[in-house]
């Protein structure tokens, strides 16, 4: 037989030609399962750059999770957190932070860490405040109450009955007054651990700066004494702690909707220790607390009140 070459070749027998299909299938069919192995190294070699170029960028942008990266952030917020002087400037960028803070969150959570919450209520007793210990009560959470001048002495008498802890945030709140002088602040700080006193019988020493300890909204009003240095040491001295916060709820500016109190708050929670700053005089954030129990406990977390041994979420002092 010729082929189209003109050469002669021989044509293989019926069972020849079935061993050469098979040997040629077997030949593309090996080639086949090459080329298939060669795609998928190809393919996981591109998603392993891929995936490690991106964490890359990432721990790039994230700010080494450590207390002094998270002190210094801090500060900005607690000049803002009063109500006295909102700024909705430093409150967007203070929400800006937010998913920084929640990469560092969700990936130490599954670390063995205590999982203990502070929540911590400021300025009060207020309008909400009756509402809010129906609230913790219903779960049987124990919180603290940094408590002002403000509001009737029968909801601090409750606070108090109810196993949770009162702490002192000054009688007048009064920046310009308890910032101008040791002596005023010292006045006004023993005003309201008097009025604790005479709601409880039980003389407080647990203490929240107005405005944190880390505020320079206090270089307004203290004539350059530098006073926030002076009053951290001073009433250390004379047997009070002071507590600042790690955890903030953004509940001190303008109105905002109960979901961004909850979202702030769980989204930022600390694999050990969270100090929670809220304010029982906003509904607002009131309004959030029952979430943020019901996610706390449901996620291992553990809520307490703070004593005089407990974190103390210092931001540091900037005055
Ligand atoms: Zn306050």
């Keep these: ?104 969150a969700t990936a130490n959570i599954s670390e063995s860490g205590a999982k203990i919450v502070y929540l911590t209520f400021d300025d009060g007793p207020g309008p909400h405040t009756a509402r809010l210990l129906d609230i913790l009560k219903k779960y049987n959470v124990k919180a603290t109450f940094f408590v002002t001048g403000a509001g009737d002495d029968a909801l601090i008498t409750r606070e108090y009955n109810e196993g949770h802890s009162v702490g002192l945030h000054t009688f007048t709140h009064d920046y310009a007054y308890v910032y101008s002088s040791m002596d005023n602040f010292f006045a006004d700080l023993y005003r309201v651990q008097q009025r604790v006193q005479n709601a409880t019988g039980f003389t407080s020493t647990l203490i929240r700066f107005p405005g944190g300890s880390s505020n320079v909204v206090s270089t307004y009003y203290d004539g350059g004494t530098r006073i926030m240095s002076l009053l951290s040491e001073a009433v250390t001295a004379r047997g009070f702690t002071y507590f600042d916060w790690n955890v903030s709820s953004g509940d001190a500016g303008a109105p905002l909707p109960p979901e961004t109190i909850y979202e702030n708050v769980v989204n930022n929670l600390k694999p050990e220790y969270s100090v929670v700053l809220q304010h029982d005089i906003k509904d607002y954030s009131v309004d959030a607390v029952e979430r943020i129990i019901d996610y706390g406990l449901k996620n291992g977390y553990t809520f307490r009140r703070l004593e005089p041994d407990s974190y103390t979420a210092h931001h540091g002092i900037n005055n």
Excluded: W
């Excluded at 030949?27 to 080329?35: D, H, T, V």
């Excluded at 190809?42 to 721990?59: C, D, E, K, P």
């Excluded at 500060?75 to 006295?84: D, W």
């Design 1 to 104: 037989m010729r082929n189209s070459y003109g050469q002669t070749t021989i044509e293989p027998s019926g069972s020849a030609k079935t061993k050469i299909r098979r040997v040629t299938f077997r030949k593309r069919q090996r080639r086949f399962i090459f080329m298939c192995i060669l795609g998928i190294a190809i393919l996981f070699t591109a998603i392993f750059l891929i995936v490690n170029n991106h964490s890359s960028n990432q721990s790039e942008n994230t700010p080494a999770p450590n207390d002094s990266q998270t002190a210094q952030a801090e500060p900005t917020e607690g000049q803002t957190k009063e109500p006295n002087e909102p700024s909705p400037k430093e409150d967007a960028s203070a929400l800006t932070e937010i998913p920084t803070e929640e990469i560092s």
